[in-house]
């Protein structure tokens, strides 16, 4: 809530700038500067949600493992109860975990929590005293997810079983198959014991652009599993970057390290992002140059169809490269103003494009 208060004073200057310059931005440095601290001020707020988001799963990780060295082995009325309570699809298994009054399950994301296994029905003893650990620890899932309530918070232990809060049904549950092979997995920093990110993903599932945030969970040199949190991005860039586009003709972006297209405030370009991921299934659109597409090899990488923003991407990244600490970069081209800023957690790129006098 303080940062959009911040952002609504400072955009209101930025409107009292723009009535007395008359559009000429160059020429009135106290344009420029607010300019120039509002682009840093959306760069802290991704890294501010960023570094909230990985500091929550590893209290999570530091709960779970917790807890873990409290939980007895499950009695054999236990047992016998969620040997009452499973349905499989070939080896994914899931156990009830909604209330008795729900006749079938939950719908997607509902706000229940999903158990599952990845090792078909020869249950063991610990995994029934993994499920009663899951009961436990539930209610530290529910609340990550309610704080930070972009997509999924979970829990994979290293034996494949999962945790998952909201409800995902076990038809969608099975692309989870092999757990601990996934990507939400592998990319928890397992050498350092921190907190590891994806590179930002297309979920199929319908939420967009996506990156998740994973912290391995260690009881001393042993490795219980990975505490993961999901972010929509969509939801992210837009929260961010429409406090930037004050100008009708103004456009801005966000854009991985690599050029991966994050987000975008243009309509037309928000179209040509969704309808190339899609068709591919992944997320491949870049902002960046055939050619330096080329020289980085980028597995799939597709170049977006207006080399306009190509250019101006490919300036920022040059740029920010010879230049390591400006806090921001600023220059011209094709007639457009642009300002750009990197995160720190990420190292992406938030790029604000105002034309000048017409493209």
């Known amino acids: 809530m303080m940062f959009c208060s911040v952002l609504k004073k400072i955009a209101l200057t930025l409107l009292s700038f723009a009535m007395l310059s008359s559009g000429v931005f160059a020429k009135d440095t106290e344009y420029a500067s607010t300019?120039?601290?509002?682009?840093?001020l959306s760069a802290d707020r991704i890294d501010t949600v960023f570094g909230d988001?990985?500091?929550?799963t590893r209290a999570l990780a530091e709960?779970?493992?917790?807890?873990?060295?409290?939980?007895?082995?499950?009695?054999?009325k236990e047992q016998e109860t969620w040997l009452e309570?499973?349905?499989?699809?070939?080896?994914?298994?899931?156990?009830?975990t909604w209330p008795g009054e729900l006749q079938s399950p939950p719908a997607f994301q509902a706000p229940q929590v999903a158990f599952y296994t990845y090792n078909g029905t020869d249950f063991t003893a610990e995994t029934?005293?993994?499920?009663?650990?899951f009961e436990k620890v539930t209610p530290?899932?529910?609340?990550?997810y309610r704080t930070f309530d972009f997509s999924w918070s979970y829990f994979t232990t290293a034996?494949?079983?999962m945790l998952i809060y909201p409800y995902l049904p076990i038809n969608e549950a099975v692309n989870n198959q092999t757990p601990t092979e996934q990507v939400y997995y592998t990319s928890a920093d397992f050498k350092n014991r921190r907190a590891g990110w994806t590179l930002p993903y297309l979920d199929l599932v319908g939420a967009g652009m996506m990156i998740t945030v994973s912290y391995p969970a260690?009881?001393?040199?042993?490795?219980?599993?990975?505490?993961?949190?999901?972010?929509?991005l969509k939801q992210l860039s837009e929260s961010v970057l429409s406090h930037l586009v004050l100008e009708d003709d103004a456009i801005a972006y966000i854009v991985s390290a690599s050029g991966l297209v994050v987000g975008v405030t243009d309509a037309k370009l928000a179209q040509e992002l969704d309808t190339v991921n899609r068709k591919a299934k992944e997320a491949i659109l870049h902002y960046r140059t055939t050619d330096a597409l080329q020289q980085l090899g980028v597995v799939k990488a597709v170049a977006s169809a207006n080399p306009w923003i190509n250019d101006i991407t490919e300036q920022v990244i040059i740029q920010a490269n010879s230049d390591p600490q400006a806090a921001v970069i600023s220059f011209e081209r094709d007639n457009r103003r642009v300002l750009a800023t990197t995160t720190k957690l990420t190292g992406w790129y938030v790029v604000l494009v105002i034309p000048q006098g017409g493209k």
């Open 128 to 133: 029934f005293r993994q499920l009663n650990l």
């Open 63 to 76: 709960e779970y493992v917790t807890l873990s060295r409290t939980v007895p082995p499950a009695t054999p």
């Open 218 to 232: 260690y009881d001393g040199d042993t490795l219980l599993g990975v505490v993961s949190h999901d972010i929509t």
């Open 140 to 144: 530290l899932f529910r609340a990550a």
């Open 159 to 161: 034996d494949n079983a």
């Open 35 to 40: 300019l120039d601290a509002l682009i840093r």
């Open 85 to 96: 309570r499973y349905a499989s699809i070939g080896k994914t298994v899931g156990f009830k």
């Open 53 to 56: 988001v990985a500091a929550s």
